[in-house]
């Protein structure tokens, strides 16, 4: 017995937009009772981007595609009317006109869609004013391969709560992040990635952000005049940029978990040295001194050594990460010793490259100048976790059995150990268990084995 | 805990179900009765055999949501294995249960036999779809031409 034919229609639609909309289009065959039931769905998602055009593929046959692609998004609107539309996903390729995406756009946006999600790789089209001027939408996602311009006068979302653009220019004036936050109220996630607008001075602020990503065109190799949060309800930040030239207001009251990822511009590179600081981003790291997990690139790191004249205290940090490759330690000593509450200390590969300050006992945490630095001999740290451990074991090693050596509140030891052989790991393992002058003879190893070629 | 209160359902056939007010609250048909105040005498589910009614029932046990807040004691990986091992019956049943899921309103359990189904259809040819469900094809096959060529982008 036909038990689904015969379910009310309303139903069966609700099945079928479980489905993708490609997907579920192909039951227009089944029976006369299907045909046109596929269309009567509120989620919407297009997927042109899978056009693939092979070398071989002729011109003629590329158009021919996209003409059936174009012509199915204009059939199942033309056949919805003027139901309301709650989520839209579009994803296009090269080749799609333009002019058919804008009218796309402009009809869901009139019917009152909530979750926009665009994909693009087209190049030289501008989408439409009214996407920043909608009463309906929630949710606004606009992602490119190939940079794309939006016309960006005025911006009026008074819904919006989440917005992620990747790889746009927004606009030409160099306060599309400011018209951004005061235009939409109630924004609780900000995502800017590669955003080609505010270059000289960045500044966000809203009272409603909860999450925010802001990570800066890394393309020009400029530093930044000004840079501004006035975000006081932040949870959790992303942030990457190069060191700007001042920070007029960092504002981060309820910061618990941040990424900081800060850059010297190659003459600031240059041009570093110990006594002569590039840049100063002290008023920065005040701004966030509350954070609760802290991660720190390897530029930051550099950062922290060549622009910075004072670390404040983060007395609230129990997790800190911080990514080595190939940098100078010569700030960790410092930062660690501004940590007094922590108790995870994770590697992101364990790098270490000579300086200078290795002489020094506390100017770096190796084992050079011949004396423990006292970040270590009195590092609240419990646990200890290395990362990506395998680049150069010889090195890795003798820097891991420091630490076991020097660190007395030590619980665990956990190392990730990047290798093609599960052997390695077990005799790794051996080693450091035995090893016999641990500061803290409670603490437990355990080295695991993440396969390389997996 | 406090005493919670007894709501009765009777099936179709005549059957008695005493459930506890937290469980029938989970159908947003039965919720709007209880604030109506008309549930006194017990509620006539008159399109609800005795059957389905006790499986939807066994889910809005499951699913329940306590009173301060904690999902029921089985942890989210139970909770997707259980639905799974309840969704493993036979059309029949399946249909009948999104039949009385709609009916009484509750939304997790229609959608996740809405899913079921959706993931029966998924990945299949028109012509295996029909055979699945037993869909008689009153299409010509010009018709089906016609619309193949309509929405050809899902043909391709």
Redesign the interface.
């Known amino acids: 017995m036909d038990r689904i034919s015969n379910l009310p229609e309303a139903l069966i639609s609700h099945i079928l937009s479980f489905l993708t909309t490609e997907e579920s289009a192909l039951t227009s065959v089944l029976s006369k009772k299907w045909r046109y039931l596929f269309a009567d769905r509120p989620n919407l998602d297009f997927d042109g981007s899978v056009i693939r055009f092979h070398p071989e593929t002729r011109e003629w046959e590329m158009t021919e595609i996209l003409r059936v692609f174009i012509r199915f998004v204009d059939r199942v609107l033309e056949l919805q009317g003027n139901s309301t539309v709650d989520e839209f996903s579009l994803k296009c390729g090269r080749g799609v006109y333009p002019v058919c995406v804008t009218n796309w756009i402009l009809n869901v946006l009139e019917r009152g869609v909530s979750d926009l999600d665009l994909h693009f790789n087209l190049s030289g089209v501008s989408l439409p004013s009214k996407v920043f001027m909608s009463k309906s939408l929630v949710r606004l996602r606009i992602e490119s391969e190939n940079v794309i311009a939006i016309d960006m006068e005025d911006v009026c979302l008074p819904k919006l709560k989440t917005l992620y653009i990747n790889k746009i220019v927004l606009g030409e004036d160099d306060d599309c992040f400011e018209k951004v936050t005061s235009g939409c109220r109630v924004l609780e996630e900000l995502v800017l990635i590669n955003v080609y607008s505010d270059f000289w001075n960045r500044s966000v602020s809203s009272k409603t952000l909860k999450s925010l990503i802001l990570a800066c065109c890394m393309e020009f190799d400029k530093n930044p005049d000004s840079i501004s949060f006035d975000t006081p309800n932040v949870v959790y930040l992303e942030y990457s940029d190069y060191v700007a030239g001042k920070y007029p207001k960092v504002k981060f009251n309820s910061l618990v978990k941040a990424s900081i990822d800060l850059v010297m511009t190659s003459e600031q590179h240059e041009q570093a040295t110990y006594e002569h600081l590039m840049g100063d981003v002290t008023d920065f790291l005040m701004g966030i001194r509350n954070v609760q997990t802290l991660y720190i690139s390897a530029n930051t790191l550099e950062v922290l050594t060549f622009c910075c004249v004072h670390i404040p205290v983060f007395h609230n940090i129990i997790g800190l990460t911080i990514q080595s490759r190939k940098s100078g330690w010569e700030s960790l000593p410092a930062l660690l010793k501004k940590c007094p509450n922590l108790e995870t200390l994770v590697f992101d590969g364990l790098s270490h490259s000579f300086t200078v300050k290795c002489m020094d006992v506390d100017g770096c945490l190796c084992k050079f100048s011949g004396e423990v630095p006292t970040c270590l001999s009195s590092s609240p740290v419990k646990v200890l976790k290395i990362l990506r451990f395998g680049d150069n074991v010889e090195k890795e090693k003798d820097l891991t059995k420091h630490f076991l050596e020097t660190m007395p509140r030590l619980e665990q030891l956990m190392i990730y150990y990047d290798t093609l052989f599960d052997d390695d790991v077990f005799e790794l393992s051996s080693e450091l268990k035995r090893f016999p002058t641990k500061a803290s003879p409670i603490c437990e190893i355990q080295v695991i084995f993440n396969n390389l070629s997996g | 805990m406090s005493t919670s209160k007894k709501i009765v359902l009777k099936s179709s056939d005549g059957h008695i179900f005493e459930v506890e007010e937290a469980v029938a609250l989970q159908s947003q048909t039965i919720a709007n009765m209880i604030e109506d105040d008309c549930v006194e005498n017990g509620i006539p589910i008159s399109n609800i055999n005795g059957e389905i009614l006790a499986k939807v029932i066994a889910y809005c046990k499951k699913h329940v949501v306590l009173p301060d807040g904690d999902t029921s004691s089985s942890s989210k990986e139970d909770l997707k294995d259980w639905d799974a091992e309840f969704m493993n019956t036979d ?2 049943t399946l ?1 009948d249960l ?2 009385a899921a ?1 009916f009484l309103n509750v939304k997790d359990l ?2 996740l036999g ?2 079921t ?2 993931d029966m ?2 990945g299949k ?2 012509e295996e ?2 055979t699945v ?7 010509t096959p010009a018709e ?1 031409e016609e ?2 060529k ?7």
């Open positions: 059309q029949s249909f999104i039949l709609n229609l959608d809405c899913q189904v959706a259809i998924t040819t028109p779809i029909r469900f037993n869909i008689e094809n009153d299409f089906v619309i193949r309509e929405n050809q982008w899902a043909f391709e």
